[in-house]
């Protein structure tokens, strides 16, 4: 059973843990087109719609357990398939495209941060005050989510993103066995999240995301739902 904080992270980290993963697969794809690949726009996969790129595991049951365990909360789309093959330039295109959901993630977690001081600074309402609160404790998970989504997905672990740019700096042989590791990807994660290493992997997202917020902080006020995680407010 959740306690009551942990369903108050869930149910304000929700909506933007979805569209956030969301953004991330649909960065791949538009990436993908420009690079001169348009089979996710062939697919259908280059939209908002939530359904379209849901994914049972790793949009669901696993942001679920890592919250059930005070874990990280950490979620995953349907990967948006992508032909290497008609990029313009394959090591080019293939480095862009992995790196275009990670930096869709810190773009996002940026315009959070200026929401959050935004929603600081308007005077309250009394009768839009819950409102408000929520709306800017959403957008400070928001900072969070989209950070550690980024840090994440930067694993250099096959198929994650960040082993996309990995396997150019390693020379030829060691890079084609690298590669093969990504059959077994979600075995070497689930291991992975079984040991003190992730937490290590995680730190930096976590404290760039107590400095965003921080910042915040010094611009405009922060409720105390915002700041909360970092012992502030």
Known sequence: MLDSLSAQIFLLSLPVLAFSIVAHEVAHGYAALKQGDDTALMLGRLTFNPHTHIDPFMTIIFPIVMLLVHGPVLAGAKPVPV???????????????????????????????????????????PSAETTQTLLQA??????????????????????????????????PGWAMGYQRVGFYGIFVLLLFLNTRLLIWWMTPAFIAAGALLTGAHGVAPLFPHVLAPWGGA
Do not use: E, Q
């Not at 862009?96 to 990670?102: M, Y």
């Not at 400070?140 to 960040?162: E, K, R, S, T």
């Open 83 to 125: 032909n290497p093959r008609k990029y313009r330039r394959f090591r080019r295109g293939d480095i862009i495209v992995s790196l275009a959901g990670i930096a869709t993630n810190i773009v996002l977690a940026l315009v959070c941060t200026v929401l959050v001081a935004v929603l600081g600074r308007i005077p309250v309402v």
């Open 138 to 171: 959403m957008m400070g998970w928001g900072v969070v989510i989209n950070l550690n989504l980024a840090m994440f997905n930067l694993l250099p672990v096959p198929p994650l993103d960040g082993s996309h740019v990995l396997k150019y700096l390693l020379p």
